[in-house]
């Protein structure tokens, strides 16, 4: 039996990485985007003192896990939650794969996510046999739609939703029976106001209900845990409920030291301003590089990308960008082939080294 499941889209972009590599002063990656910065010292404290875990976890998240997401969604989003409204996740790209499995969706039923959009949306269609549809405006949201994927700021493009396009979405949602699901990782990195960006549970969005209405977040980004998978659903009480129920049987649960230093990680803002500010400062410096070098930079409002093009197929800018070491991701892998997405996630050294070479191919 065969899920008869893509290619994996990454394996496209090793020949790009070796042209890349033998640049004579090496590769500058700014692909994947996988956090290079030290995780914060008091989450590693938190996840040692939490050593001794010889009895297993809780798939739903023990009461201190939960009342710190509860917290943190008061606090930074202005959402009020109670604790049967959150779950921990394993990261965030497994609930965001799985959760057309947990739901019990399949051939006939329709997943909506964006037109440039990571692959996993679509993958987690594709692994229980529903269709997936690429598909920005709700009003063409087709009427077999059982889930509908937003995600705000996005990846790749680091484009932000405001409250009107979230209401919108949810109003569609409800017409149509459909839970709808926000992915809110990069929420915390927004560069065109100081609080994070806003959430599809804000009470402005919802209005008073949470029925079929899910966030999803993680400390990847934000914290620098992108090796711990600590990630966190919020909503709908009655699908967590369900979810939680699914997730039992197949021992979906987050270790509980992760468990632990989420709760060091979510009730501590101090280390996510100054990893804010770092992120910051790599964006600016590497912007305004692309842009001297004939770039144009669309969307990018948030997360941990720059979203660039010059009009020339994704491919090709890719290959130019490989001939001076640096590797960036086609656009081609998120469906849009004009694009391609360059992490903010390299050294500062790196990040620097980066702008010199696209300066001397620009002068």
């Known amino acids: 039996m065969s899920l008869n499941l893509p290619d ?44 001794d875990a010889h009895a297993y976890p809780q798939v739903i998240g023990t009461p201190e896990l939960r009342e710190a997401i509860v917290d943190w969604f008061a606090r930074r989003r202005g959402v009020d939650l109670g604790i049967a409204n959150v779950m921990p996740t394993i990261g965030s790209k497994e609930f965001v794969a799985g959760l057309p499995i947990f739901l019990g969706l399949g051939a006939g039923d329709t997943v909506v996510h964006p037109a440039a959009a990571y692959p996993s949306y679509a993958l987690g269609a ?30 790749p493009d680091g ?12 109003a569609r949602a409800r017409e149509l029976g459909a839970i709808i699901a926000s992915d809110e990782c990069y929420t915390e990195l927004n560069w065109v106001e100081d609080k994070p960006t806003p959430s ?25 845990l992108a090796g711990y998978r ?20 197949l021992g979906l649960m987050s270790p509980a030291p992760i468990q632990a230093a989420m709760v060091a990680a ?17 964006r600016e410096v590497l912007r305004g590089a692309l842009e001297r070098s004939g770039y144009r930079i669309d969307h990018s409002e948030a997360g941990l990308y720059l979203w660039a093009t010059t009009g020339e197929p994704a491919w090709d800018t890719v290959g130019r960008l490989a001939d ?6 086609p656009g081609t892998f998120y469906g849009d082939d004009t694009h391609v ?6 050294s500062d050294e790196a990040i620097k080294t980066a702008v010199e070479r696209l300066e001397e191919v620009s002068s």
């Open 159 to 170: 484009r932000v939703l405001g409250v009107e396009e979230l209401r919108a979405a949810v």
């Open 230 to 249: 600590a990630g966190f659903v919020a909503g709908c009480s009655q699908v967590i409920g369900e979810v939680v129920g699914v997730r039992k049987h």
């Open 126 to 155: 594709a692994v229980v046999g529903a269709d997936a549809v690429a598909e920005d405006n709700p009003a063409l949201w087709p009427e077999t739609t059982k889930l509908i994927w937003l995600n705000s700021p996005g990846n």
């Open 266 to 282: 979510l009730a501590d803002e101090k280390h996510v301003d100054v990893q804010r500010k770092v992120y910051r400062a790599r």
């Open 8 to 51: 994996f889209p990454w394996d496209a972009l090793v020949p790009y990485a070796e042209r890349a590599r033998a640049h004579p002063e090496g590769m500058i990656d700014l692909s994947v985007g996988s956090p290079v910065d030290p995780t914060p010292a008091i989450i590693v404290d938190a996840l040692a003192a939490a050593g």
């Open 324 to 329: 001076v070491g640096i590797l960036a991701t």
């Open 341 to 346: 997405r360059i992490a903010l996630t390299a």
């Open 200 to 224: 599809i549970l804000d009470p402005r969005v919802i209005d008073g209900s949470r029925h079929n209405i899910l966030a999803v977040c993680s400390l990847s980004k934000q914290s620098n």
